[in-house]
């Protein structure tokens, strides 16, 4: 099966490292020299300048420019698709109907780590895909389907912007062991085991409990653990998936 995505940015060459496993993959971008080093990078992948009466019948087409450019790119496309999945944050599938022909939709919401084919990515749309749909993106990752665009939305504060919202927490926890005297790199290198250690315990173990058994009376973790509670810091993370869900929505609303 081929696989068209049209856009070239960061999240397509992300998407197209995974995908290439398994699928025939084509990039359309409208510029050719950014299409070139592209396929530099992952030599496999097909390459082809956006044209201005772009041909889609018949495709698998992986939407993956940014939502502003939806109404100016869907205006160069001509025929029908099969499939259109689109990675757009915010971007209703009714938005991707009224200006996109295909014969099915998918909205899809990967993260930055389908780079190294480990994304969290949430899939809705068209049930009659569903199955195809979980089959695809599982190459770049896990794939879980929900039955909401609402949940997509949400799904895209807390997996699409998470990866970010977590670098603020290893970033600050690499400069707490600095400030303290460690160096850069032994910091950062254990800020890194930490975080792939904690996501392996994390399978099997609520975070409460993990907590918990760290936890010592009296101790070191306890004394970090009530400073975080000064800052508030859980109550911003609920904010900030609050934040990240509502823009979505005004995304959406465009
Ligand atoms: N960066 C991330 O972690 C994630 C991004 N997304 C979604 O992925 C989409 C792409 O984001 P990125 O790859 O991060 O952005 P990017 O800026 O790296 O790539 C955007 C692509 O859209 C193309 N584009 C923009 N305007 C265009 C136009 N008028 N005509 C033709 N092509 C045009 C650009 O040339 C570029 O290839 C966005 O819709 C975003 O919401 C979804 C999940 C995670
Ligand atoms: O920040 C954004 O809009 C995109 C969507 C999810 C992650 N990055």
């Known amino acids: 099966m081929k696989l068209t995505l049209i856009g070239n940015g960061f999240m397509a060459q992300a998407l197209a490292k ?11 971008g409208r510029d050719i020299n950014k299409l ?6 992952i030599p496999a992948i097909e390459i082809k300048e956006l044209e201005d009466a772009e041909d889609i019948n018949g495709k698998n087409v992986i939407f993956c420019v940014k939502p502003y450019a939806l109404q100016s790119v869907a205006a160069r496309l001509e025929g029908e698709a099969n499939i259109l999945f689109s990675i757009l944050a915010g971007t209703s599938l009714e938005s991707l109907r009224k200006q996109i022909k295909s014969k099915y939709y998918v909205r899809v919401m990967p993260n930055v780590a ?12 068209d049930k009659e895909v569903k199955k195809l749909a979980h089959e695809i993106f599982e190459y770049i ?14 799904a895209t504060a807390v ?13 600050a926890l690499s400069d707490g062991a600095v400030k303290a005297g460690l160096n850069r790199k ?16 994390l399978e099997n173990n609520h975070p409460a409990i993990i907590k ?10 306890a004394a970090g653990v009530a400073k975080i509670e000064e800052g508030a810091v859980r109550s911003h993370m609920i ?12 995304i959406g609303k465009k």
């Open 141 to 154: 990752g896990k794939a879980v389907w929900v039955d909401t665009e609402k949940e997509l939305d949400i």
């Open 159 to 171: 997996a699409g912007s998470g990866p970010a919202f977590l670098c603020l927490i290893a970033e």
């Open 114 to 125: 389908a780079s190294v084919s480990k994304s969290a990515t949430t899939l809705t749309g």
């Open 212 to 221: 918990d058994s760290v936890m010592s009376p009296g101790g070191t973790t």
């Open 186 to 201: 032994i910091s950062n290198e254990l800020v890194q085991g930490l975080f792939e250690g904690y996501a392996k315990l």
């Open 36 to 41: 070139k080093k592209v396929k530099e990078l």
């Open 239 to 250: 904010k900030a998936i609050e934040a990240a869900h509502n823009k979505a929505v005004e």
């Open 18 to 28: 995974g995908l290439i496993k398994k699928f025939e993959v084509e990039i359309i």
